[in-house]
């Protein structure tokens, strides 16, 4: 069959090239397009109408819900959205038939989400039909997010980072780590020390399994075992061969990783 022709939609450069990369390996997907924001998406699927859409649902301006709601019937791909938010919201998609990739990205759940795409373009359903399931998919997450706001922020909400919690757990005892104090974290083997208003907390966990929990508008991977908080940078240096230096306001000073490289140089357009 003719590859779908497909559009990737995230705001992270990073997640662009990466999720680019992996659909790559699939010779029915051809990316026609890989845009940074909501407008980019509406501008490219009315001028390329793709088959199929990867789309971030959390991104500055106009979100990923917002997009579809933006496109007419006609124009509508199939939709594949890439998404933090947890089980009990993302059953919604379930329910009415639109699939979905938790972040951070697998590769395996890539591969099911493409052969689904594969199989519904090759089945009868009109592409006009695929807007109403993605619409009550929408209301259905949003309902569900809303009587459930002490467990998960609703994308259209004013949700504070302030209220973002993080808990560390270590010999039957658990703290509670408000995310907008952490400095910065790093992984030691199978442990993650958070360093939170001077104090070190050790907790067991991989640096996925971490990432996936702090709200990703507060932090960024710089470097294979480490994350910061954007909102604690108070300097990035430029250093030899393209390197960066970061500085915190707590005086820790953390080296960035060269593939990671791009996405600190997007964060400093936006700080």
């Given at each position: 069959?003719?590859p779908?022709?497909?559009?990737i939609?995230d705001d992270?450069?990073?997640?662009l090239q990466?999720?680019s990369a992996c659909?790559?390996?699939?010779p029915?997907?051809?990316?026609?397009?890989?845009?940074r924001?909501?407008?980019?998406?509406?501008e490219?699927?009315?001028?390329?109408?793709p088959?199929?859409?990867?789309?971030?649902?959390?991104?500055?301006?106009?979100?990923?819900?917002e997009?579809?709601?933006?496109l007419?019937?006609?124009?509508?791909p199939?939709?594949?959205?890439?998404?933090?938010?947890?089980?009990y919201a993302?059953?919604?998609?379930?329910?009415?038939?639109v699939d979905?990739?938790?972040?951070?990205?697998?590769e395996?759940?890539l591969?099911?989400?493409?052969?689904?795409?594969l199989e519904?373009?090759q089945?009868?359903?009109?592409?006009?039909?695929?807007k109403?399931?993605?619409?009550g998919?929408?209301d259905?997450?949003?309902?569900?997010?809303?009587d459930?706001?002490d467990s998960?922020?609703?994308?259209?909400?004013?949700h504070?980072?302030?209220d973002?919690?993080?808990?560390?757990r270590?010999a039957?005892?658990?703290?509670?780590?408000?995310?907008h104090t952490?400095?910065?974290?790093?992984?030691?083997?199978?442990?993650?020390?958070?360093?939170?208003e001077?104090?070190?907390?050790?907790?067991?966990?991989?640096?996925?399994?971490?990432v996936?929990?702090?709200?990703?508008?507060l932090?960024?991977r710089i470097h294979?075992?480490?994350i910061?908080?954007?909102?604690?940078?108070?300097?990035?240096?430029?250093?030899?061969?393209?390197?960066?230096?970061?500085?915190?306001?707590?005086?820790?000073?953390l080296k960035?990783?060269?593939?990671y490289?791009e996405?600190?140089k997007q964060?400093?357009k936006?700080?």
């Open positions: 069959m003719t779908l022709k497909t559009i939609v992270e450069p990073l997640a990466v999720l659909l790559a390996e699939f029915d997907i051809e990316v026609v397009a890989q845009c924001n909501g407008r980019e998406a509406i490219a699927t009315l001028r390329l109408q088959d199929l859409m990867f789309l971030d649902i959390h991104m500055p301006g106009k979100n990923g819900f997009v579809i709601k933006a007419q019937n006609d124009v509508m199939m939709v594949v959205f890439v998404t933090t938010y947890q089980q993302l059953d919604a998609f379930d329910l009415h038939a979905y990739i938790p972040k951070p990205l697998d395996e759940r591969a099911r989400a493409v052969g689904r795409a519904r373009f089945s009868t359903q009109a592409r006009g039909e695929l109403q399931p993605l619409i998919a929408i259905d997450l949003l309902q569900r997010l809303s459930n706001a998960a922020p609703s994308v259209n909400s004013a504070s980072l302030s973002a919690k993080l808990v560390v270590d039957g005892s658990a703290r509670v780590i408000a995310q952490i400095d910065w974290v790093d992984a030691a083997g199978d442990y993650m020390c958070i360093h939170a001077g104090e070190t907390h050790i907790m067991r966990s991989t640096v996925k399994e971490l996936a929990a702090l709200d990703e508008r932090f960024r294979r075992s480490t910061v908080n954007v909102e604690r940078i108070a300097s990035v240096q430029s250093l030899s061969k393209g390197d960066y230096l970061v500085l915190l306001e707590c005086g820790e000073q960035v990783s060269r593939s490289n996405p600190i964060l400093l936006k700080l």
